[in-house]
């Protein structure tokens, strides 16, 4: 049997976002990590990752409750299983905010998305997205430090030129260059709330998860959370990230694509074992 060297617990987590509907691709990743947490005699626990308070609502909450009950997807509602919320932990993430301004891993950045998007010079290659210039680093205003630190952005900068690297537990070695791959990231926003690579990491760390099992569109996410660890000198978890389910046109399932939701399915009277002979055929994944 695989080997996680963790201790003796093995600890997961579910952490299903409420800014919509559940579709596939969450039912698979979801249906991987309780298989993980009982091939392991673990434990694993629901978390609802609400810090977005725009798009997350108590609506989409309770359909997720719902759709989990109907799945048979289960969790530890002891000794803190859940369901924790994100929005009743602000303190936890002002405390490991404050954590990463006292050992200066982090700076002010007030630039706006114009401002930023002018100043670009490079993209990553693995996502494409925009790396954050070196050269607005240093633009800070030494009047923003009289205000309070939980009312401003806050970026982590990264080590440039150093490479990022973790074994999945799936796919094998990964290997990330900082400043090239992704840049100086939002660990805090103005608004007064953790970006989710913050609030996951104080998460993951305060509920001692052993393993995160999580969509390998996040592969570059968890290489910013690893420089988290680091700079808070704590141990990482270990992680396994599922293939992506696309349709039969090859489209990734996503709330940002209107993919069918699993409500959808379920009105049209379909089981959970059609659900999951569907997530086979089209993530190639083995189901128990």
Request: glycine content about 6%; aromatic content about 12%.
């Given at each position: 049997m ?63 409750i ?18 924790v919320?994100?929005s009743?932990?602000?303190g936890l ?59 401003m ?48 990491v ?15 569109d ?17 141990e ?31 009105s ?17 994944l083995?189901?128990?």
């Open positions: 695989e080997n996680l060297n963790h201790g003796p617990a093995y600890v997961g987590r579910y952490a299903p976002t409420p800014s919509g509907l559940m579709h596939l691709g969450h039912l698979s990743t979801f249906w991987k990590a309780q298989e993980r947490a009982r091939q392991f005699s673990g434990s694993i626990f629901l978390r609802i990752e609400d810090i977005d308070r725009e798009r997350c609502n108590s609506e989409f909450e309770e359909k997720i719902e759709d989990f009950a109907w799945l048979g997807l289960e969790w530890d509602s002891s000794a803190g299983g859940g369901p919320r994100q009743n932990r602000l993430y002002q405390l490991y905010l404050l954590k990463l301004i006292k050992k200066d891993a982090v700076y002010p950045c007030e630039l706006s998305r114009k401002e930023i998007q002018k100043a670009v010079v490079a993209t990553s290659p693995s996502t494409s997205e925009v790396i954050f210039p070196n050269s607005l680093r240093d633009l800070t205003n030494a009047a923003k430090h009289q205000r309070s630190p939980f009312s952005n806050w970026r982590f900068r990264v080590p440039d030129g150093e490479q990022v690297g973790f074994t999945d537990r799936r796919s094998g070695e990964h290997r990330y260059i900082a400043g090239h791959d992704f840049g100086d990231f939002l660990v805090w926003r103005r608004s007064g709330w953790p970006s989710y690579e913050l609030a996951v104080v998460d993951d760390i305060e509920m001692s998860v052993s393993e995160v099992v999580r969509g390998e996040l592969m570059i996410s968890t290489s910013r959370q690893i420089l988290l660890y680091d700079s808070l000198k704590k990482l978890p270990a992680f396994y990230h599922c293939p992506l389910v696309k349709d039969k046109n090859g489209v990734r399932l996503a709330k940002s694509f209107d993919s069918e939701s699993l409500q959808a399915y379920r049209r009277g379909w089981s959970r074992e059609r659900l999951l002979c569907q997530i086979r055929e089209w993530a190639e083995e189901y128990s």
